[in-house]
């Protein structure tokens, strides 16, 4: 009976000995599966942080280029083309005048030329039949081509299409010589000019757009004046009300003569604001940039009573990331002839002939304003201002 239990004793222990194994085994097991589950886990953490960092890259991305397709929507109008005219009712008659051509043309059947004979079978009437036909196909074919590239059609790419149709041009007529027919150079000559002249229309709309646009902003920008001013006038009027009472109550001389002084600094100040009221040129010439516009900047012109603050703060509550910041700003009685004075001495850096941004630094703009134009430049800050002083 002993005998039996100590085997029995001894197969147990050796059962627990297994699965003591066992146990050891899968904890191992279960380490290393923990080990590679806290591994996933952090490369699952940093592909999601690189993705959230990519998305907003692309959202970011995505108002850069809102913003520069907004600076330079208009962007080849102007470049590499110098328009034949820029009088919208001008360039309108020319194009009346060249379709009312081209429909003499049509239908005097002379846009396609018969050069020679053609037979078929040895039959001359089958020939003229063919050649009917192809020449049909040959001008819609042609006609296709052309509306294509019409279409498509803008300063930057003006020359380049004009050689591209009239090659085509050539090697139409060049397969249709071999039936003895070709289109009339003529009627070539003719959708060209109408061509030349709808890009120029093209670009006269667009700059009376501009000049629509910018008329609206100054008759905006002029109501605002009067808005400003008439509340500043108010409260200037007030102020000397309150100036005259004190005068009156003023106990010694010393007194009413600080009161007079802030009395006539107030009717300096009315008639300040009558002039800029009374002349509607003057206002402030401000020089700007954004980060989010890198290489840029912005020459235009505030109206506005107290300085360009305000107009610059509506320019970067549009669209774009960061805010335009003031590099410097200075007032002029013709603020707009001197903004054109500028735009005009830029002319090779500007981005858009319809468009106040160029290709320069702030520092550039701010010199010519003082050298060129003998302009008393103001700055946001002091720093800035010696520092630009030091600079030139």
Known sequence: MIKILKKRKHQMEEEIKQLNFLKSTLEQKLLRINSEISSQENILQKRKESLIKTLEQIEISKKELNIYE??????????????????LDTISSKIKSLKESIGELISNNQVIITTRSYKIDGSEFKGEQFQKIFCENLLIGFNSYFNKKKKSITTSNYKNSIELIKKKFNKMNKNASLIGISINSEYLNLILQLLQFELDEKIAKAEERERIKEEKHRLREQEKLLAEAEKERKRLEDEKKAMNLAYNKALTEEERSNIIQQIQAIDKRIDDIDFRVSNPKAGWLYVIESPSLPGLVKIGVSRRLNGP?????????????????????????????????????????????????????????????????GCDVHFVNEDESEDEDETN
């Open 70 to 87: 907004g600076i330079i929507s208009l962007q080849d109008i102007g470049i590499n083309y110098e328009p034949s005219d820029y009088d």
């Open 309 to 373: 603050f305000e107009r610059v703060r509506e320019l970067s509550g549009s669209s774009l990331p960061e805010a335009f910041r003031i590099n410097g700003f200075c007032f002029s009685d013709d603020a707009f002839a001197l903004e054109n004075n500028m735009h005009k001495y830029f002319a090779k850096q500007r981005v858009n002939p319809n468009k106040e941004f160029f290709y320069i630094t702030p520092q550039e703009a701010i010199k010519v304003l003082k050298e060129e134009f």
